[in-house]
């Protein structure tokens, strides 16, 4: 049985219906929708008497092609086309009886999507010519979707021009009907193709998927039939997922007192930041957990250093929290793990500050010092190109103290908050020796870990 292609966006469990309960030998499914995620397996699922042949669009969403085949056929892979706009898939069928040459069917599944581009018609028509140039019949399966113009846009002058000015009692003489026929839809189609622009790919402003899926469907009805019960109901159906996506968005606010062009956001700050990057390691580390089987501490710990510490150190200039409660919520993080880790390692109980002494990793709020001072330094020194002069000025003494140095810096005006970089590490970098401060960039980083002490002489870690 050979079903007309279908277009699933849910096509797991449409599979599962067709295959499995409708003794289908043959299944051909043109825009599939599926990618490189999409495994086999799952496809395969509760229908272990089928051979399963897809076609992916290779870039993008949409397109694809796939061929279910029952395993009392002998289905072969002839080859496949993928290139932009066309996916095709080739595949003989023989009976199991019999396998010769005559007895074989050519199915070619095919895919065009509407906006297309031109340059791949060519190659797409040398291979149906190629593929279907053999001496066995073919079935061609296809979902050839016109392409999509914008004649609002078109040329209408220039197409005129070109039709006024042929001279069709010439071209049309001594053709048949069909031949003239032929002759005026290739010059039809060659004007459009010239001066008629394809429609541009809809923009849904940033929308999620269904809420786009909602809004397209609600668009066709609304222009059919605007007044009918089923665009009314999609209506509510759309404005409600709207408010509920809005919800779930932090609401920005422009004030027209303040820096034009930019928006300020109730809900960007320190909280609400530090509980969404916790909250997305917390499950990353249960996820790694549960992955990683070993016990060796070495393994888990690197494996924490490459995929989730990065994470919890994005932008530490900027989302460096002075707050006490902030501070340890994130350092719980860390907290957390390696008290797991060193329970699966199978070592005793230890404190924090020891379990670090044995992993050999510092506490997050050390690596954030660091951080500001090593990016301090670089803008100073101009490693970093920074307009800095609303963060610190450079302030040298008069004279020269016992800590002083020449790269002294003080903050340009009273903050509202110590929660920049210049104000967190300002007395840090005051006193640190004027050796370390006009050395280069590696040996001054390589001092700081010498001399922790410099670093950081209290913890807000509790």
């Known amino acids: 049985m050979l079903l007309p292609i279908l277009n699933s966006h849910r096509l797991p469990k449409c599979l599962q219906y067709l295959v499995s309960r409708r003794r289908i030998d043959l299944l051909a499914l043109s825009e599939t929708w599926l990618d490189c995620e999409d495994l086999d397996v799952m496809l395969l699922r509760d229908t272990p008497n089928h051979f399963l042949f897809r076609a992916d669009r290779a870039a993008g969403r949409g397109g694809g092609v796939l061929l279910y085949a029952h395993i009392n056929l002998v289905p072969i892979t002839v080859s496949s086309l993928i290139i932009p706009g066309f996916e095709c898939l080739t595949v003989d069928i023989f009976p199991r009886s019999r396998t010769q040459t005559r007895d074989c069917l050519r199915i070619i599944v095919v895919y065009r999507?509407?906006?297309?581009?031109?340059?791949?018609?060519?190659?797409?028509?040398?291979?149906?010519?190629?593929?279907?140039?053999?001496?066995?019949?073919?079935?061609?399966?296809?979902?050839?979707?016109?392409?999509?113009?914008?004649?609002?846009?078109?040329?209408?002058?220039?197409?005129?021009?070109?039709?006024a000015l042929h001279n069709w009692t010439l071209s049309l003489m001594g053709k048949t009907i069909s031949e003239a026929y032929s002759f005026f839809s290739n010059f039809v189609n060659e004007l459009i193709s010239i001066y008629v622009p394809l429609k541009k790919t809809k923009h849904n402003n940033g929308l999620p998927k269904y809420l786009s899926i909602l809004y397209e469907r609600l668009q066709r009805y609304h222009s059919a039939a605007p007044n009918s019960d089923l665009a009314h109901s999609l209506r509510i159906r759309f404005d409600?997922?709207?408010?509920?996506?809005?919800?779930?968005?932090?609401?920005?606010?422009?004030?027209?007192?303040?820096?034009?062009?930019?928006?300020?956001?109730?809900?960007?700050?320190?909280?609400?930041?530090?509980?969404?990057?916790?909250?997305?390691?917390?499950?990353?580390?249960?996820l790694m957990l549960r992955s990683f089987h070993t016990n060796s501490s070495n393994t888990l710990i690197k494996a924490y250093k490459i995929y989730i510490r990065p994470l919890l150190e994005s932008s530490t200039v900027i989302w460096n929290p002075t707050a006490i409660g902030l501070v340890n919520r994130l350092e719980n993080v860390q907290r957390e793990f390696t008290r797991r880790v060193?329970?699966?390692?199978?070592?005793?109980?230890?404190?924090?500050?020891?379990?670090?002494?044995?992993?050999?990793?510092?506490?997050?709020?050390?690596?954030?010092?660091?951080?500001?001072?090593?990016?301090?330094?670089?803008?100073?020194?101009?490693?970093?190109?920074?307009?800095?002069?609303?963060?610190?000025?450079?302030?040298?003494?008069?004279?020269?103290?016992?800590?002083?140095?020449?790269?002294?810096?003080?903050?340009?005006?009273?903050?509202g908050s110590i929660s920049t970089c210049a104000s967190r590490s300002i007395t840090f970098w005051n006193n640190l020796p004027s050796r370390l401060v006009t050395a280069?960039?590696?040996?001054?980083?390589?001092?700081?870990?010498k001399t922790p002490k410099l670093v950081m002489t209290t913890s807000r870690i509790r």
């Open 113 to 163: 999507a509407p906006n297309s581009p031109s340059p791949s018609l060519t190659p797409f028509i040398d291979y149906l010519y190629e593929v279907t140039s053999c001496s066995h019949p073919s079935i061609i399966k296809d979902r050839v979707s016109p392409p999509s113009r914008d004649y609002s846009n078109a040329d209408w002058a220039s197409i005129n021009n070109q039709i």
């Open 240 to 286: 409600k997922a709207l408010k509920t996506f809005e919800i779930l968005i932090p609401k920005c606010n422009g004030s027209p007192d303040k820096i034009p062009n930019i928006l300020y956001c109730k809900g960007l700050n320190f909280g609400y930041h530090i509980t969404q990057i916790t909250r997305k390691t917390r499950s990353m580390c249960n």
């Open 342 to 415: 060193l329970k699966r390692s199978q070592h005793p109980p230890l404190s924090y500050p020891n379990r670090l002494k044995l992993f050999e990793i510092e506490t997050l709020e050390y690596r954030r010092a660091l951080r500001d001072l090593q990016f301090l330094h670089d803008s100073i020194h101009r490693h970093a190109l920074v307009d800095a002069t609303n963060l610190y000025t450079l302030a040298p003494l008069a004279r020269s103290l016992r800590f002083s140095h020449g790269l002294r810096i003080s903050i340009p005006y009273r903050t």
């Open 440 to 449: 280069p960039k590696i040996p001054f980083s390589v001092g700081l870990r």
